[in-house]
T-cell receptor
Framework: DAMVIQNPRYQVTQFGKPVTLSCSQTLNHNVMYWYQQKSSQAPKLLFHYYDKDFNNEADTPDNFQSRRPNTSFCFLDIRSPGLGDAAMYLC??????????FGPGTRLTVL | AQSVTQLDSQVPVFEEAPVELRCNYSSSVSVYLFWYVQYPNQGLQLLLKYLSGSTLVKGINGFEAEFNKSQTSFHLRKPSVHISDTAEYFCAVIRDSSYKLIFGSGTRLLVRP
């Protein structure tokens, strides 16, 4: 089935140790998004790509970076995770001005 | 600025009772409206969407919503809930010139036996 896949589902890292989260899609959608979701809150958009065009939200910390090497894959890099970065990270895709399709998320724990 | 308001942070209801989750949005331009459901430790799943056409929209799992432009509302309803409907529900909007979803703060539906 066409879908949005996130790996790993659970990631534990140490304070300050770089970590990369992965997202892939078989939907061939132009737009890919990364969200951060903390407990009992709505998802917060970090950035999105329209094809290769990168769009950063104004309040996304510099600690967060992203790469989209091709249509199918998108990565979230956290260069120096802090305790406050512990959260669920959601990847989503969209064909454009329509609904977004979400992956299952990666829960990040920072020790 | 565009915003989405979910008036209830938590809605407790007994199994087989009807439920309505409220959502209001503010926008002076055309919008697309969505309801998503999130089960614990999972991503968001689309319940239903309004893009255009009929204002009564039917979705998955027996849910429906009605778009009311004059009241800028998009309330979610289900005539008879199940225990398995216990989850977080998010109302969201996309403005017709943007690729970004604006989420409400979420409503936790708690279905009791």
């Amino acid at each position: 089935d066409a879908m949005v896949i996130q790996n790993p589902r659970y990631q534990v890292t140490q304070f300050g140790k770089p970590v990369t989260l992965s997202c892939s899609q078989t939907l061939n959608h132009n737009v890919m998004y990364w969200y951060q979701q903390k407990s009992s809150q709505a998802p917060k958009l970090l950035f999105h790509y329209y094809d290769k065009d990168f769009n950063n939200e104004a309040d996304t910390p510099d600690n967060f970076q992203s790469r989209r090497p091709n249509t199918s894959f998108c990565f979230l890099d956290i260069r120096s995770p802090g305790l406050g970065d512990a959260a669920m990270y959601l990847c989503a895709t969209s064909p454009g001005l329509a609904e977004q399709f979400f992956g299952p998320g990666t829960r990040l724990t920072v020790l | 600025a565009q915003s989405v308001t979910q008036l209830d942070s938590q809605v407790p209801v007994f199994e087989e009772a009807p439920v309505e989750l409220r959502c209001n949005y503010s926008s002076s331009v055309s919008v697309y409206l969505f309801w998503y459901v999130q089960y614990p430790n999972q991503g968001l799943q689309l319940l239903l969407k309004y893009l255009s056409g009929s204002t009564l929209v039917k979705g998955i799992n027996g849910f429906e919503a009605e778009f009311n432009k004059s009241q800028t509302s998009f309330h979610l309803r289900k005539p008879s809930v199940h225990i398995s409907d216990t989850a977080e529900y998010f109302c969201a909007v996309i403005r017709d010139s943007s690729y970004k979803l604006i989420f409400g703060s979420g409503t936790r539906l708690l279905v009791r036996p």
